[in-house]
């Protein structure tokens, strides 16, 4: 049996904004969204912001309820039963929020512990465990008000840890981290992936699914997109090469004159300092190269490299159908 | 759920404690609900009461505390996403929920000593309690009824997040009906029945009778059901306002 299953869930928020003439908005987050995650399994939901991520979270956390379709977690209902999901699941979320600041970590942790029943006679000593995996020990007794972003988010693992749930969320982990935190905390997350933890983890950062993740599924628009090992679906574009080409002061014009180029199947730029990295997609592979530096005659070019295709490529690929 | 009660009982007040903004209304509110009260009964009242009418600024502050204070504590939940983590925990949120009121409540004893002392030393108040145990007695029964009747209005803001403003309404209102302002004889008789099923009123009668010689322990038993019959109350109340705010999703604030 699958440890979570989300088979054809649809969500739609309607609100009403005005005092007179109200007029109703509705906004469908998810569209027919169905997967389903193994035992022991980590599991990555990919996705643009607003794509669905965090609301297909909410469902299977009980926090939200489907408008259709089911989901069950370790085979009970989280709309239905979320008294039988509760004490299942550790739900963690990225950010800052989510913590008593005026409180020290400590005091946050022996909170939680009781709110999520942890027997009193191991309540120290797991709480002592978790300070150590997340590596605040030391820092325990200062209050939480004054934790860097990163000491925070650790301080969030070990409350979603507390009660040693067998199934983890985990909703973009490593948002607003410096790449050392951000690195530390995806060393917990596969410490607890070994441990033989299932984990639904959300993401934007690719290379972070392609490290942790045994499947991952995207979602783009509320809508799963693609969904299998990381490999199969760099497989799916592994018959291009990725050209990219480091510009200063690329327009508008030029990109769209780059998009209408033939052979070419997608194009995203990325600001890097000051310079801009245009990352070309084709099936037509180094021959590419030299009517990309056409288009772009009369622009300062830095430096044009050709290289496989990585999951990025992949998610961005998927994602611009949509 | 004994142990998250005492556990958020702690937790809330520690929060309470350590905001200078509710450290400062604490210190004003009691001297502004003190002063009204002692010039509504005027400079030639009995020292009764003046210390009835201290009592009365003092359960006013515990009610303002709970419904004002309270509505605040549940919207910074929100705010500081914690509202979401007590929802999904698996104690019920009656449980989570009571703590915070009755932490708000408590914070309000506060303000009873600050009435005291303010009404004692700016207008000459005498400061003597007939019966200490049965006054202790009538605090704590009036902290818990006052923190559970809050609870009932607590639960709309798991659904509502502009229901802090229902709490700021209902001060008055409350203060009027019990008999915190004026004397209930110069009050509708129509409000009597309102006024019987409010803590408040039994709260200060409590009080005002073990302050000044009375029999204080049918007050007290009356803080004590009502007490009970607000948690049967309220219980339901957040499971319903807790199922729609699920459905919709109104538990977070952005």
């Known amino acids: 049996m699958a440890a979570i299953e989300v088979d054809g869930v649809s969500r739609t928020f309607r609100s009403r904004p005005g005092l007179f003439k109200r007029r109703t908005i509705e906004v469908e987050a998810l569209r027919d969204v169905s997967f389903s995650i193994e035992a022991g399994e980590l599991f990555g939901l990919l996705g643009p912001n607003g794509a669905g991520k965090t609301t297909t979270i909410k469902i299977l956390t009980t926090l939200l309820l489907p408008t259709s379709g089911s989901a069950r977690v370790l085979g009970f209902d989280p709309a239905s039963q979320p008294t039988k999901v509760r004490p299942l699941i550790g739900y963690v979320f990225g950010g800052d929020r989510g913590l008593y600041d005026r409180l020290s970590g400590l005091d946050n942790l022996g909170y939680f512990a009781d709110v999520y029943r942890v027997p009193v006679r191991s309540k120290a000593a797991r709480i002592d465990e978790l300070l150590e995996l997340v590596g605040l020990r030391g820092r325990e007794r200062e209050r939480v008000e004054t934790y860097s972003r990163g000491m925070k988010q650790r301080l969030h693992i070990a409350r979603g840890l507390l009660h040693d749930p067998p199934v983890l969320f985990l909703d973009e982990p490593t948002i607003g981290l410096d790449p050392v935190g951000a690195r530390e905390l995806r060393e917990t997350v596969a410490t607890l992936r070994d441990a033989g933890k299932t984990i639904l983890l959300t993401t934007h950062y690719m290379f972070e699914a392609d490290a942790l993740c045994g499947r991952v599924a995207v979602i783009a628009g509320g809508r799963i997109?693609?969904?299998?090992?990381?490999?199969?679906?760099?497989?799916?574009?592994?018959?291009?090469?990725?050209?990219?080409v480091e510009a200063y002061g690329v327009d508008d014009a030029a990109l769209d004159r780059i998009r209408a180029l033939e052979g070419v199947s997608a194009v995203t730029v990325e600001a890097r300092d000051q310079a801009q990295a245009i990352l070309v997609q084709s099936?037509?592979?180094?021959?590419?190269?030299?009517?990309?530096?056409?288009?772009?005659?009369?622009?300062?070019?830095?430096?044009?490299?050709?290289?496989?295709?990585?999951?990025?490529?992949?998610?961005?690929?998927?994602?611009g159908r949509e | 759920m004994i142990r998250a009660f005492a556990s958020g009982l702690r937790v809330h007040l520690v929060q309470l404690l350590r905001s200078p903004f509710d450290i400062i209304g604490m210190l004003v509110w009691p001297i502004i609900f003190a002063s009204i009260a002692y010039y509504l009964i005027g400079v030639d009242g009995s020292p009764g009461l003046l210390l009835s009418a201290s009592l009365g600024a003092a359960v006013m502050m515990m009610w303002s505390q709970v419904i004002v204070g309270s509505g605040f504590a549940l919207d910074n939940q929100r705010i500081q996403g914690t509202l979401e983590l007590l929802v999904a925990a698996p104690v019920p949120l009656a449980v989570l929920f009571a703590p915070i009121m009755i932490a708000s409540a408590m914070f309000g004893l506060y303000g009873l000593l600050v009435t005291l002392v303010w009404g004692r030393f700016a207008f000459g108040i005498p400061f003597r309690i007939d019966d200490p145990v049965a006054f202790a007695a009538a605090t704590g029964s009036s902290i818990v009824a006052i923190g559970l009747l809050g609870m009932i209005a607590a639960s709309t803001f798991v659904l509502y997040r502009a229901a802090f403003y229902l709490g700021v309404a209902l001060q008055y209102p409350v203060y009027i009906a019990c008999g915190l302002i004026v004397p209930f004889s110069v009050l509708p008789g129509w409000l009597d029945p309102i006024s019987w099923l409010l803590a408040p009123t039994w709260g200060l009668r409590g009080l005002r009778e073990a302050a000044l010689g009375g029999d204080p322990w049918p007050d007290i038993g009356v803080c004590l059901l009502l007490s009970a019959a607000y948690f049967v109350i309220a219980v339901p109340c957040l499971w319903g306002f807790e199922r729609l705010a699920r459905g919709r999703a109104t538990l977070k604030l952005a």
């Open chain 1, 225 to 244: 997109v693609a969904q299998g090992t990381p490999s199969l679906l760099k497989a799916g574009i592994a018959d291009r090469t990725v050209i990219e």
């Open chain 1, 283 to 319: 099936r037509l592979g180094a021959q590419l190269i030299q009517p990309l530096l056409n288009l772009l005659d009369g622009v300062s070019v830095s430096s044009v490299t050709a290289r496989e295709p990585t999951l990025e490529d992949a998610y961005v690929e998927l994602v």
